[in-house]
């Protein structure tokens, strides 16, 4: 099974920037889409951008269309999130998700529930 590591996450004023990544183990990285949710306190888990298997298309939340970035390195098994134009509203914990099934149905998935490996996730907190 694929582990998962985020970092990257901290404390940043409104207006910063952050980058996220999530490094992955095993040689089949290559094969899934990945994504991007987070969380914050008291609130359900949220879709937040979502990429491809080979990097050709990703798809973000409205609410951070313009500003957040999702891209992937599967030389190195590596997912990222790059993220500007911070608003307070985007504290939350990050968490990126491996959607093993995409492999085989081609679909995109945005539900959290249909991805089964996942990181520990990383807290991104953004002071106003």
């Known amino acids: 099974q694929v582990q998962l590591v985020e970092s990257g996450g901290g404390l940043v004023q409104a207006g910063g920037s952050l980058r996220l990544s999530c490094a992955a183990s095993g040689s089949t990285f290559s094969h899934y889409n990945m994504a991007w949710f987070r969380q914050a306190p008291g609130k359900e888990r949220e879709f937040v951008a979502v990429?491809?298997?080979?990097?050709?298309?990703?798809y973000y939340a409205g609410s951070v269309k313009g500003r957040f970035t999702i891209s992937r390195d599967n030389a190195k098994n590596t997912l990222y999130l790059q993220m500007s134009s911070l608003k307070p509203e985007d504290t939350a914990v990050y968490y990126c998700?491996?959607?093993?099934?995409?492999?085989?149905?081609?679909?995109?998935?945005?539900?959290?529930?249909?991805?089964?490996?996942w990181g520990q996730g990383t807290q991104v907190t953004v002071s106003s």
């Open positions: 998700a491996l959607d093993i099934s995409s492999y085989y149905t081609g679909r995109t998935s945005y539900t959290w529930s249909e991805y089964e490996s």
């Open positions: 990429i491809t298997y080979n990097g050709g298309n990703a």
